[in-house]
């Protein structure tokens, strides 16, 4: 998303861990993700120089400023970040400059606090103590797990969603009233539960049933457009193009697609078999390719049933059928 003109010139991201090919489709900026470019402004106007107080509340742990596509030695394209954000972030008390990569500008949050976290542990966020621990631990793409204890108040710093549900040992925990820790955006964006038993807890996102059916018709679309794809292509032709395609000609053959009517006794120079035996009365009948007695003679056609339908095709289609089949041999030298 673009960065506010009042912050800097670029834009914005924001990952969970490292990224991966889920975070190539940017999804949609939601009145949650606008609190980030808030922040930005609120320490750029100056009203604070401990932007990471700002984010902790979000779960942003680090701020990454890549002045290249990918880090080095990888190369890619490059592009100055605008001074005026690499200001705003060096002004910071509570972001600290770590060295990754000659081509990332990387700045820890002194400040952070985890996306799961025990409401009480706040009090400690900003001041000289380490960062609390996290209450849950991520255990997939939108889902966390681990101990809890009665009477703990949780928040996740995730967009508020009725979707978001928090179990203890299979029983369901009420959600408990927002809780403002300070940081941007107030308190009534996040999620917050209270514990009302101690045990194996799990945190995660049921999507409802309308988005899974979704989800499953996008599936059902790729696999029929994987299926055409890999499909014969005659196979989806119509039939009398199928009719067409299918034709399995001899190397070198010619192929009339009418009756064939040669004065008797007259033979077609460099046809074989389109002689006398297939005008005459005595080649009446015969199949393509076999001769007096059985033994292959060429192409001799004179059964016009398909071949004529074969014609009509084609010239229905604008195509002339008169020469099918492989190139014919090449002769050899004085031949």
């Not at 797990?145 to 703990?152: L, M, R």
């Not at 060429?298 to 099918?324: F, I, K, N, Q």
Request: charge should be negative; aromatic fraction near 6%.
């Amino acid at each position: 998303w673009r960065l506010p003109d009042a912050v800097a010139r670029g834009a914005y991201a924001t990952t969970e861990a490292t990224p991966t090919a889920r975070h190539v489709w940017t999804g949609p900026q939601t009145g949650t993700t606008k609190l980030l470019p808030e922040a930005l402004a609120a320490a750029g106007g100056g009203d604070t120089n401990r932007l990471g107080r700002l984010l902790a509340p979000m779960g942003v742990r680090y701020v990454v400023v890549p002045s290249q596509l990918a880090p080095a030695p990888f190369g890619g394209p490059t592009a100055e970040p605008d001074p005026a954000l690499a200001d705003l972030l060096g002004d910071q008390l509570d972001l600290v400059e770590v060295d990754v990569n000659p081509v990332m500008t990387v700045y820890r949050n002194a400040s952070w606090a985890p996306t799961v976290v025990d409401v009480a542990a706040f009090a400690n966020v900003g001041a000289d103590a380490p960062p609390p621990a996290p209450a849950l631990r991520p255990s997939g793409p939108l889902s966390y797990a681990g101990e809890t204890s009665a009477g703990t108040v949780l928040r996740l710093a995730q967009a508020t969603s009725p979707q978001w549900r928090l179990e203890v040992e299979g029983a369901s925990q009420p959600r408990a009233d927002a809780v403002d820790v300070g940081g941007a955006g107030g308190a009534d964006w996040a999620n917050t539960f209270e514990v009302e038993a101690s045990g194996e807890a799990s945190l995660g996102y049921r999507p409802t049933s309308a988005r899974l059916g979704f989800a499953a018709l996008q599936v059902l679309c790729w696999l029929v457009a994987l299926f055409l794809a890999v499909r014969r292509p005659e196979a989806i032709l119509p039939s009398r193009r199928r009719r067409r395609a299918v034709l399995d000609v001899p190397t070198g053959a010619v192929v009339v697609t009418g009756p064939l009517t040669l004065p008797p006794g007259e033979a077609a120079e460099g046809a074989p078999g389109l002689g006398a035996d297939a005008g005459s009365p005595s080649g009446a009948g015969r199949r393509p390719g076999t001769g007096a007695g059985g033994e292959t003679s060429g192409w001799a056609v004179d059964e016009p049933s398909w071949l004529d339908e074969l014609a009509t095709d084609s010239a229905d289609d604008g195509a002339s059928p008169t020469r099918m089949g492989a190139p014919r041999p090449q002769r050899e030298p004085g031949e």
